[in-house]
Every structure is written in structure tokens, then in C-alpha cells.
């Protein structure tokens, strides 16, 4: 029960929506440990909530990349924003994205949303990077990108997005010259659920029309 309670304290310090806090946690809690959920086991879980309450609460977890639909058997697409209709058939899947269960593991520890630990867990449990460089080129990318973000609204996330070319910027302001280094960590980024492939749908604003979209429940709280 105290590990619920500090998810949904975590929680509460960046998504301004009550009514799905708690659902959303005993979510969270259940599914920090898997990679996959069914919709049967969020239902089994959440016995007595309602239906719709419970697909507000997946469509948001969504909406935060913090729990999205899993690829189906015809369906293979790598970016986030293809993955965010959500289905209330039991037998469908929903996918724990790793940084999510770092992210959750601790906040249920501390009542802290604390994206920084989370990036160096992620980094040391599925690959074998050096988490400190990990977390030097992480916190490069949240300088870079929290000049310039849509902020979010009472209906939405806010959206973090970053060109290729400012990506391998970042890579060559560290001292990652070699285009195989940079590469490599694309992959890893990817990997870990930081980020996503993506067409930017705002590159007047950005101008650049593709890149990779960046985890917001990471960056909201990562300077």
C-alpha cells in the first residue's frame, strides 16, 4: 500500500489529473515487473472502476508514453503516435515501456518521479553502456529541447521532439566523432524507450520534418 501511495505522489508532481491518479498507479505498480499487460489483467486489477474511466486512464498513460498498445501481428510501426488507439478487448496487450518501469520501481521506493535515476537504471539493465555517458547525452538533449517544446494542456502531454542533425550535434559536442558511436547510440536511445522514430507534425516550428519524439514522462521532469 505504501508503494501505491508514493507511485500516485510521483505521479501527482507532473500529470494534473485526479480522477485517473490511482488507477493509473495500481497500473503502474502491477506492471513495473512486465513488459506486457493484458486489458484482461488492467480489468481484473481495477475491478470496480468503471470501463470508461479505465480507458481514460490507458489513453493517458498513452499519451505519456508510459503504457502503450503492443504491436499487433500485422502492425510493426516503431513510433509511439501509431500505437495510441486503445482497445478494451480482453485479450489485447499493452506494453510497459522499459524507462517506465525504472521509472515507476523508484518513485515506488521514494515518491519521487526522478527521471535521472531512472536513465541510469535503464541504461545498466539493458545494455552494457556506460550509464554516466548515458546520462550526460540524456541531459544534452533535455538542455536543447526544453528551449523550444509545446507545452501541454489539461488534454494533452506536452511534446518533446529533436531533429537527427541536433542529435548528432549533441554526439559531436561530446566527443562522439565517429559515425559508428552515434549509430550506436540511436539504437540505444530507441531501445530503451527514451525516444521514438517520428514525422514531426510541427516542423514549421522546428524546421525539420523528421526525428525522433522524446519520452515526455522522462523529460517533464529531466533539466
Not at 491518479?21 to 486489458?39: F, H, T, W
Not at 478487448?89 to 521506493?109: D, F, G, M, N
Not at 509545446?150 to 559536442?173: A, N
Amino acid at each position: 500500500m505504501e508503494n501505491l501511495k508514493n507511485i500516485e505522489g510521483a505521479l501527482k508532481s507532473f500529470l494534473d489529473k485526479d480522477e485517473i491518479i490511482s488507477p493509473l498507479a495500481s497500473v503502474l505498480e502491477y506492471g513495473s515487473n512486465r513488459d506486457q499487460v493484458s486489458y484482461r489483467e488492467i480489468e481484473k486489477l481495477l475491478r470496480g472502476v468503471s470501463k470508461e474511466t479505465i480507458k481514460e486512464t490507458l489513453s493517458w498513460a498513452a499519451q505519456w508514453r508510459l503504457i502503450l498498445p503492443s504491436w499487433g501481428k500485422h502492425f510493426r510501426s516503431l513510433s509511439w503516435g501509431d500505437r495510441m488507439i486503445i482497445s478494451t478487448k480482453p485479450e489485447i496487450k499493452y506494453e510497459v515501456l522499459r524507462v517506465t518501469q525504472c521509472l515507476v520501481k523508484r518513485a515506488a521506493q521514494t515518491g519521487l518521479w526522478n527521471p535521472e535515476e531512472a536513465v541510469k537504471e535503464v541504461f545498466k539493465t539493458i545494455t552494457d553502456i556506460d550509464t554516466a555517458l548515458a546520462l550526460q547525452i540524456v541531459r544534452g538533449i533535455a538542455k536543447r529541447v526544453h528551449k523550444e517544446f509545446r507545452v501541454g494542456t489539461e488534454e494533452e502531454s506536452p511534446y518533446y521532439f529533436i531533429s537527427l542533425d541536433q542529435l548528432k550535434g549533441i554526439f559531436d559536442e561530446i566527443g562522439l566523432t565517429e559515425r559508428k558511436d552515434s549509430d550506436l547510440w540511436v539504437i540505444e536511445l530507441k531501445a530503451t524507450d527514451i525516444m521514438s522514430p517520428t514525422v514531426n507534425l510541427m516542423f514549421s516550428t522546428w524546421g525539420e520534418k523528421s526525428g525522433f519524439e522524446l519520452n515526455p514522462s522522462l523529460f517533464v521532469k529531466l533539466e
